[in-house]
């Protein structure tokens, strides 16, 4: 097997722009920490999806624990990019940040599964820094405007195209698990499919939908606003037929009701309709959601944390979009270290809608983590330095993908 960190550095004769702190000459003096990046190490967990943890060591015996999004060859990815973080300072976070864009550059760095690889070490680093400066995250973003942050429930059923199935889920959420927002696909099969592959709804097909979204929406009224997601499923005038025919129900958003990658139908479909539509987990960096703010092609924006470019990059993709008043609904899959890094920048951003909670059937996620994270629909935002959690790391190890290697604890 290729060992990543032994292929040859694109950059290696410092010719581009180099940001490392021995080019950019910053000294240890001038630093509110001399304490170095001494290793980088990930453990990929089985979660209901495959979560990799980054850990980033110090020679100051702290160590800091991020989230990539989930999926294959970010681990390689990460391999490849130690060697430009060892001897680091770790509260460098931006600088450090764009340094790895920087090197990463020639190996496809503006987006993709490099930007989430990234994403995991910037949100490890944000954990080491709190700790070295004693602040918690939320801090190094500038501060808190709540104490607590909204999650919303992703949920499921066995039958996910009855609708009354659906609203009885609806309904034992709120009144069980305590939300007051919540989540159903809207991609399910209603029996009047004629073809899968032209992204065409009949009539039937919308009618079906409404049904699903009326009996949930009607169920949970005054209690839980809900959110429908498409997953980049319709054509585009489907996607407007659909997004009207739901108005009377006054969605929370319609989610990805077209692909993602043509940007002028993802406006004019959101242009088109008074129900509000959301999207943003599949484009990366500020530069990705950057056209979906600044021509209102979007009327929620919904970044992922770990895979857009981490906690920093979410800050400037909620400025943005605040500047177009438009609030943030955090896309979340990940487990507790990925959904506490997207808390803390809920609490430090004016225009937070909710995070995203995906894992309620899964029966373990908190045990992952020795601290309660969502507690009656909301996750209160630790005090304590970095991102404030603990992992547990019997827990971890007992839920590792076959064949991993557990990381060295802190
Ligand atoms: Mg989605």
């Not at 453990?43 to 980033?56: A, C, E, F, H, Q």
């Not at 989430?116 to 918690?136: F, R, T, Y």
């Not at 993602?260 to 987990?281: F, K, L, M, R």
């Not at 005090?383 to 839920?399: F, I, Q, R, S």
């Amino acid at each position: 097997m290729i060992d990543p960190t032994q292929l040859s550095d694109p950059n290696a004769e410092y010719t581009m722009r180099d940001l490392s702190q021995e080019t950019m000459n910053l000294s240890d003096e001038q630093a509110v920490t001399d304490a170095e990046i001494t290793d980088i190490q990930t453990t990929m967990v089985d979660g209901n999806y495959p979560w990799i943890l980054v850990r980033v060591y110090t020679d100051a015996g702290v160590a800091g624990t991020g989230e990539s999004y989930w999926g294959g060859g970010d681990a390689s990815i990460i391999e490849r990019m130690k060697p430009f973080l060892l001897g680091e300072n770790p509260t460098d976070i931006d600088r450090l940040y764009e340094h790895l864009v920087q090197k990463m550059s020639g190996e496809g760095s503006i987006s993709g599964k490099v930007i989430s690889a990234i994403s995991g070490i910037e949100i490890a680093l944000h954990d080491v820094a709190g700790k070295l400066l004693g602040v918690p995250a939320y801090q190094l973003l500038g501060g808190k405007y709540r104490d607590s942050v909204r999650a919303y429930c992703d949920c499921h059923t066995e039958s996910e195209a009855d609708p009354e199935a659906c609203a009885d889920e609806a309904e034992r959420v709120v009144e069980q698990l305590g939300y007051d927002a919540l989540k159903f696909d809207l991609d399910v099969p209603s029996g009047h499919e004629r073809d899968r592959a032209n992204r065409h709804l009949n009539p039937l097909e919308i009618q079906h939908k409404v049904d699903l979204v009326e009996a949930v929406t009607e169920r949970v009224r005054g209690q839980a606003e809900v959110a429908f997601d498409c997953h980049w499923t319709y054509s585009a005038d489907s996607a407007k037929r659909l997004a009207e025919a739901l108005e009377p129900y006054d969605v929370w958003w319609l989610e990805d009701p077209v692909p993602p990658e043509n940007h002028d139908v993802q406006q004019t479909v959101t242009e088109d309709s008074s129900t509000p539509i959301a999207t943003g987990e599949n484009v990366y960096r500020t530069h990705g959601q950057r056209r979906l703010i600044e021509e209102e092609a979007v009327d929620i924006i919904a970044p992922d944390i770990p895979k857009v470019g981490g906690m920093r990059e979410g800050h400037k993709i909620a400025a943005l979009a605040d500047m177009y008043y438009l609030p943030v609904a955090m896309h979340n899959v990940s487990s507790p270290i990925g959904t506490i890094a997207s808390a803390h920048l809920g609490a430090a951003i004016p225009n937070v809608l909710a995070v995203e909670y995906h894992s309620y059937q899964l029966g373990w996620w908190d045990d992952l983590v020795e601290e309660t994270v969502i507690e009656n629909g909301r996750i209160d935002v630790p005090p304590d330095p970095g991102l404030g959690l603990t992992l547990d790391m019997d827990a971890v190890e007992a839920h590792m993908v076959e064949g991993e290697e557990l990381f060295d604890p802190a």
